[in-house]
């Protein structure tokens, strides 16, 4: 599937390397989630696979970087745009029909996700809560038909029926035949998910495979308690 081999970066002016000797492997089958403490390389890790960044050395054998939807943390929009303009746009970059009104989706698309899609649909952008507006850009921005996604954080500081609804989202993609990848901390969301876990520290890959079984090796079924155990055996 996609791999990347022996990844090098570091900034101009420093001799710290941020990826060192990085390799990992994408499942096509499973949620592939980058885990790691702020700081560890994920957002600079992503921007290497995405071509923001250009790596030292290593291979990177991905899509072309045109064919990749990379959603970074930052994705802004001006407050006075409504639920609607922001479909379209997205529908335009795409080169898709013009959405009149969310009850045309529903014949691909959850009721749920309907009835959400209709409450923001006319709602502004800065009136959304955050939980909102992370999901509709996750929504029409997932419709751009790629063969990789790519989420730095798309859970981050949402509320749990938001978070829900955003990995249901990305399973999708993968019931599709897409690869999907994103980063995350929060572990609690993955205990019933089937994921393929790359812990990043300090810019090396210290394990890469399945969820239960780096529970499993940690000696424990609380994904955080294993996230700390994990850092500090390397710490030592």
């Known amino acids: 599937m996609y791999n990347v081999e022996n990844l090098k970066f570091k900034y101009k002016k420093t001799d710290e390397y941020i990826l060192d000797n990085v390799s990992f492997s994408l499942k096509k089958d499973k949620l592939n989630v980058i885990v790691g403490l702020n700081g560890s390389g994920k957002t600079t890790l992503f921007d290497c696979l995405t071509s ?7 291979q990177i054998q991905f899509p072309r970087y045109h064919d990749i939807l990379y959603l970074t943390q930052t994705l802004f929009f001006s407050y006075e745009l409504k639920g609607k ?3 379209n746009f997205i529908m335009r970059l795409d080169n898709k029909a ?5 009850s045309s989706l529903a014949s691909e698309e959850h009721p749920d996700e309907i009835q959400l899609l209709s409450k923001l649909w006319n709602r502004k952008i800065g009136k959304m809560s955050l939980g909102e507006r992370r999901w509709l850009f996750v929504f029409f921005l997932t419709k751009i038909d790629k063969p990789l996604y790519i989420l730095d954080e798309p859970t981050s500081a949402v509320d749990p029926i938001s978070r829900l609804k955003i990995i249901e989202k990305m399973k999708q993609l993968i019931a599709s035949g897409k690869v999907c990848v994103c980063s995350t901390h929060q572990l609690q969301d993955l ?3 089937d994921c393929h876990i790359i812990f990043l520290h300090q810019g090396k890959i210290k394990y ?13 079924q609380n994904p955080d308690i294993a996230f700390e155990r994990m850092t500090k055996e390397i710490a030592l």
């Open 191 to 193: 205990l019933f998910e």
């Open 208 to 220: 890469e495979g399945s969820f239960y079984d780096w529970l499993e090796i940690n000696e424990t």
């Open 85 to 87: 303009d922001f479909a």
């Open 98 to 102: 013009k959405i009149k009104d969310p």
């Open 52 to 58: 923001v960044l250009k790596p030292e050395s290593g």
